[in-house]
Structures are given as structure tokens and as C-alpha cells.
């Protein structure tokens, strides 16, 4: 099977990126008949999948990581295709207690269990970033660097993190992103991120994804596939008397663009073939898609799939005229 289509979606908070992974979710569920998981580093994160029934109807699988005492250990193990249980595992398998999560075959995925998941969706880089700097910082030693300061008031500590546990938590991302969760054997894996502010290697002021600090701000989209920010976007129409007027609406963006104020450009891209990209900005000439409470970026591979469906068919009808 090859690599999933992995999707990142980044933005300020509230412009929609839950909604978004809600819209894919059933997107993927009414294309493909396969059902899903979700990884939470904040309880809120499953609000529209419990809002609609997809948990109680066992569409999606939510798991909330955000109270995890082994948080590495658990990042780790979700990336390899681990999931926690609450029943026998299999035919005549051992009875596990509720929320039993270890690396042992109990919580392996089998391959039976495969076939019928499709996509995972995880929120997101930031919280999970994070999640495992607090663990860090939790740790008595400092996990191999000395805290930056310690301070300690009735039984309570609190501890700074030095550059190296940061790098630490990069190199981590890294390896769960690219080496863990896009080798799953799945259609899609969907990420979420707020936006943060970093630097290039020439020192330059970047926007993009926020992961552990802001050292990889600009490398992380280039771990995706696809990678689209969330923003607001000013059109002009028309009111009911024909006048014209400003209005404000929420876009996704699949190309690179500017900050209204301050110049530097949020970086997003699509994967596709060259031969159907006119047909893609013939679709969305603005380089953006238009987010509603109906259609989102569902809207978007929905078209995507017609457009590359429609340029099969060419192909062929060009082979059956040779």
C-alpha cells in the first residue's frame, strides 16, 4: 500500500481547524466506508464528532492525550499503529481493563483491524509539542540538560527548559510525523497546528505551523503533502439593492501568500499532477477555498476527485482513438 496523503491545516485559534479535520472525517467516511481515529491533546478536540453522533457511532475512535503520565511513551506508541483498549482483543484474546494502553499485542492494530480505518487525524503539532516539553519539564533529571532554573514551594516544583529540550522535542516531531504516523497503513493522515513565528536558516522572519519553539517553524510543511492555512479574506459583492459592499469571509489557502500587514507570507502548497493543476486554479482561481458551515476543505478534494476522474478519462479516450 503506498504512504498516506498527509494533510496539515494551521491557523489561529478559531478559524476552524477542528471543523475542518469534521469535514475530511466525513469526507473520507462517504467516499471510502472506512472509519477513523483521532488523537486529542485537548478534550474540546472531539466536540463535533461527539456533537454529531460519528463517536457514539463508532465512525471515529477518540483518544485524549492530554492527562497522559507517559507522554513520549504514548506519542510513540499511537505513531506505530498502537491504540488502547477496553475489551478483548480478538477471538478468545486477554480481558483488558478499560483505557488499557501498553506496547504489547493486546494494543497492536491487527490486520484485520486495518482494513476497515482509513484516516487518523491528530490535534495537533502544537499541543503535542507542548505536551512533551511539560513532560520534560517534568522530569526530575531534565532529561539529559539541566533545567534553565528550578523553584520548589511546598512540594510543588516548577522548571525552565534549556535550547537542548527543545531540539530534543524537534527531533521527536520529526520522527512521529514522518517516520511514524505517514507509514500507517491508512488513506490519510490529517494534522492541525496553530500558526507561529520563526526564522529561516538566513535568519528571516517566517509564519507557519508552530511546533517545539520556532527553530522549525518554516520546515515543518515540508513534511506534508498538502499544507493549507486558515484565515479571513476581504471580498467585494453586492447588497440587495445592487450596491456594493466589503464583506469578510474564512478561506483555506493551497498557495503561498502574504500577511496583509506585515508582508511575510504563510506558506501552503498542494501535491498533484502538473497535468490538472490549470483545471485546479480553473476551479479556485484565487488560490483559496471558500469555508462555509455546510462544505469545507471536503469542498476541495470533492472537486479534486472530479477533476483528476475527468483527466482518466481523457487519457483513456486519447488511447481508444490511437
Known sequence: MSKPHSILIYADSGDTKTTQTYFLAKYIYE???LKGRIIGSNASDSAPFEQSGLIEKGV????????RETALGDVRKLSEGYWPRDATQ???GPKVEKGYFKKDDNCLTTVAQWKDIGFYIIEGITGI?????????SQEEGVGFKHSYKYEEEGYVIGGLQEGHYGLVQQEL???????????????IIWTALTGKGEDKKKNSVYGPQGAGSANTYIIPSWFMDCWHLGNEKIVGKNAKGEEVEAEIKVGWFTRHPDKDTGIEYPAKIRAMPEILPEVYKAFPKG??????????????????KIVEGYHKEQEKGEIEK
Open 288 to 305: 483559496y477555498v471558500r469555508l462555509g458551515y455546510k462544505v469545507g476543505l471536503d469542498g476541495f478534494y470533492k472537486e479534486m476527485d
Open 129 to 137: 509539542s507542548s505536551l512533551l516539553l511539560n513532560h520534560i519539564r
Open 31 to 33: 467516499k471510502y466506508g
Open 174 to 188: 520529526y520522527k512521529v510525523i514522518v517516520q511514524g504516523f505517514a507509514c500507517l497503513p491508512v488513506k490519510f
Open 90 to 92: 480478538g477471538k478468545g
Open 60 to 67: 471515529v475512535d477518540f483518544f485524549d492525550i492530554s492527562n
